[in-house]
C-alpha cells in the first residue's frame, strides 16, 4: 500500500509528520544526500527526510578533529540504519591551522554531492545574515541561504529539531565547539541574538529572516539588471557607463568562481573597486585573490595568471642594473626587483584569502626580513597586526651553525593569535625550526611562515613552509634586506654573492 521505503510500524510521530510537511524536500521516493554530523539538526533532517518519503543516504564526514569523532559515525549510521536510510562515511585530514572552520568545511564539502541537503534551520539563518552583516557582505551575504532542497529545514526552528531527536528516541551528538567564543557565529547565536531578544523585546529570528528572503528577491532582481546592463563583463566600456551598483554586481559576478571551487573567496569589495577601476581607465591591472590579475587592453577586461605555485627565478638578464657603488663581489641579479614586487603582491592577495575572517599577526624576523615585511605588509588588504624579533645565529659570516640566540623578544602575547613568520631566507631551516618550536610554546591559535627565498637542497631538517616567494640556487645571496657583514640590505634586487679570493 505505501511506497515509502520505510514506515514505523505505529506510524511517524504526529509531530514528525507535520514538521516534514514544513520543509522543502525533493517528492516522496526522490534521491536525497544529507550531511549528517550527529547533531541534532542534521539528525532532524534525517528524521524528517525519511519521513517525507525521499530515498536518503545519510552521508557523515569525520574530520578527525575531535578524539572520538569515529563514534560519532557510528551514532550516524546507527540512525540511518534504523530509518532505513543508506549511510555513507567519509574521512577527510585537516592539518591544524589557521581557517581551521572554513578548512573543514571546504573538505566536507569535497566529499559530499553538490546538492547535499544539510539541516540548516531558521535560526541558522538568522546567524548567517548578522555574520555577514558583521564581514561587511553586501545584498547577497545578507539574503543568507536559499531555500530549496539544499536547505530543506530553514522554515523550522532549533527548537522543532531537538524535538523531533527526542520524540524519535534519537541522542544527538554535542560538538564542543558551538561553545568556543573564538568563532563569530556561536557569539552571534549565544550573545549576540539573545542581546537583540532582549532589547527588541521580540524573537529577532524570525524578524531576520523574514529580512533575508526580501533583500534575496531584491538581489536576484538586480542580477538581473545587472546582466542587462553589463551582458558581458570583459567589455570595460560597458562597465565604466553602467550604474556603480549594476557594474558591481557584473564584476563579482564574473569573478566568483562558477566551476563551484570553494577553495576561493567570493571577491572583496576592495577587489572589485580595484577592477572597476581598471575598466575606467584608472590604472592598467589590479591584483585580485590567488595570485591573479585583471588587465584591461583595447577596451577589454582579462584575468590573468593563475600561480598557486612558486615561480621559478627567471635566469634572463635581469632589466635592473647593478647599482655603481657595489664592488665586484655583487653579481647579478638572482630575483629582480619587479619580480620581487610582482610576487609580493600575489603572496599579499594569497594571504588576504586565506585570513580573511582572522586578521594574523606578522612576526618578522629581524633585520633580514625587514624590508620583505614592509611591502608584504602593504600587499595585505586585511587589518594585520606587526611585531619583531631579532635573532643572531652563531657561525661564520655566510653559514648558520643552527644556534640561535634571541636579541629581541616580542612585545605582542601570541595567545590565541594567528601568527604568521615572516622570513626572509630558508637556507639550512636550522634558524625557523628554533623559531617555530619557540614561537609554538606561546601558544599561537596557529603558526604559520612566509619565507621569501628557499635554497633549493639545503635543509637539513623538514620545513612546513605554508607561503613562499621564490626558490633559489644554492648560493649566497644579498640585497632587498639580506645581508653580508650589515652591507647590502638596501639593493632592490637580490644579487649573488661571492667574495672575491684574493682578497680574503
Ligand atoms: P638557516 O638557519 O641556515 O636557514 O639560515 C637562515 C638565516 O641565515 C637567514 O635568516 C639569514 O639571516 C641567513 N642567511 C642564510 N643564507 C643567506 C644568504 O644567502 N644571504 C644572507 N643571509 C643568509
Ligand atoms: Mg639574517
Not at 558591481?248 to 572583496?268: E, F, I, K, M, Y
Request: hydrophobic fraction near 45%; proline fraction near 7%; glycine fraction near 8%.
Amino acid at each position: 500500500m505505501n511506497a515509502l521505503p520505510f514506515e514505523p510500524a505505529t506510524g511517524w510521530p504526529e509531530e514528525v509528520a507535520a514538521l516534514a510537511a514544513r520543509c522543502s524536500f525533493p517528492g516522496p521516493g526522490r534521491p536525497l544526500a544529507c550531511a549528517v554530523s550527529g547533531g541534532p539538526d542534521s539528525l532532524a533532517l534525517l528524521v524528517l527526510a525519511v519521513a517525507a518519503g525521499c530515498r536518503v543516504t545519510a552521508i557523515h564526514v569525520d574530520h578527525g578533529l575531535r578524539p572520538g569523532s569515529a563514534a560519532e559515525a557510528d551514532v550516524v549510521a546507527v540512525a540511518a540504519a534504523r530509518l532505513g536510510a543508506e549511510f555513507r562515511g567519509e574521512q577527510v585530514a585537516i592539518a591544524d591551522g589557521p581557517n581551521l572552520e572554513a578548512r573543514a568545511r571546504r573538505a566536507r564539502f569535497a566529499v559530499m554531492p553538490d546538492d547535499v541537503a544539510t539541516g540548516h534551520t531558521m535560526d541558522d539563518q538568522a546567524e548567517t545574515v548578522l555574520c555577514n552583516l558583521l564581514r561587511g557582505a553586501g545584498l547577497d551575504g545578507l539574503g543568507g541561504m536559499s531555500p530549496g532542497v539544499r536547505h530543506p529545514l530553514l522554515g523550522l526552528r532549533r527548537s522543532e529539531t531537538a524535538s523531533v531527536c527526542r520524540s524519535m528516541g534519537l541522542e544527538p551528538v554535542r560538538d564542543p565547539s558551538n561553545d568556543d567564543p573564538r568563532h563569530l557565529r556561536n557569539r552571534v547565536r549565544n550573545e549576540l541574538l539573545p542581546l537583540c531578544e532582549q532589547i527588541a523585546r521580540r524573537d529577532p529570528v524570525p524578524v531576520l529572516a523574514r529580512q533575508a528572503d526580501l533583500l534575496r528577491d531584491e538581489a536576484s532582481f538586480l542580477g538581473v539588471l545587472a546582466s542587462e546592463a553589463v551582458p558581458d563583463p570583459t567589455d570595460a566600456r560597458a562597465l565604466r557607463d553602467a550604474p556603480l551598483a549594476l557594474a558591481r554586481r557584473a564584476v563579482r559576478g564574473w569573478l566568483t568562481p562558477a566551476d563551484g571551487r570553494t577553495d576561493r573567496h567570493p571577491p572583496s569589495a576592495a577587489e572589485v573597486a580595484r577592477v572597476l577601476d581598471v575598466a575606467s581607465g584608472g590604472s592598467v591591472a589590479a591584483q585580485i585573490a590567488g595570485g591573479r590579475r585583471v588587465r584591461r587592453s583595447a577596451s577589454r577586461l582579462a584575468i590573468e595568471g593563475e600561480s598557486d605555485k612558486v615561480p621559478p627565478v627567471k635566469t634572463e638578464r635581469a632589466a635592473s642594473p647593478v647599482p655603481s657603488w657595489v664592488p665586484a663581489e655583487v653579481g647579478e641579479p638572482v630575483v629582480t626587483a619587479e619580480a620581487l614586487s610582482a610576487r609580493v603582491a600575489e603572496l599579499g592577495a594569497a594571504i588576504t584569502a586565506d585570513y580573511a575572517t582572522e586578521a594574523p599577526l606578522l612576526v618578522g624576523v629581524l633585520k633580514g626580513a625587514m624590508i620583505f615585511m614592509s611591502d608584504l605588509a602593504r600587499a595585505i588588504d586585511l587589518p594585520v597586526d606587526v611585531d619583531f624579533m631579532a635573532v643572531s645565529s652563531y657561525g661564520s659570516a655566510t653559514r648558520t651553525s643552527g644556534v640561535v640566540r634571541i636579541v629581541k623578544d616580542l612585545d605582542a602575547d601570541l595567545a590565541g593569535r594567528h601568527v604568521l613568520v615572516v622570513e626572509d631566507i630558508i637556507d639550512s631551516g636550522l634558524t625557523l625550526n628554533y623559531l617555530r618550536r619557540y614561537l609554538q610554546a606561546r601558544r599561537p591559535a596557529s603558526l604559520e611562515v612566509c619565507a621569501l627565498l628557499v635554497k633549493e637542497g639545503e635543509q637539513r631538517v623538514p620545513l612546513d613552509l605554508r607561503y613562499v616567494g621564490f626558490k633559489i640556487p644554492s648560493e649566497f645571496v644579498v640585497g632587498y634586506g639580506l645581508d653580508v657583514d650589515e652591507r647590502y640590505r638596501n639593493l632592490r634586487s637580490v644579487h649573488l654573492y661571492r667574495p672575491d679570493p684574493r682578497r680574503s
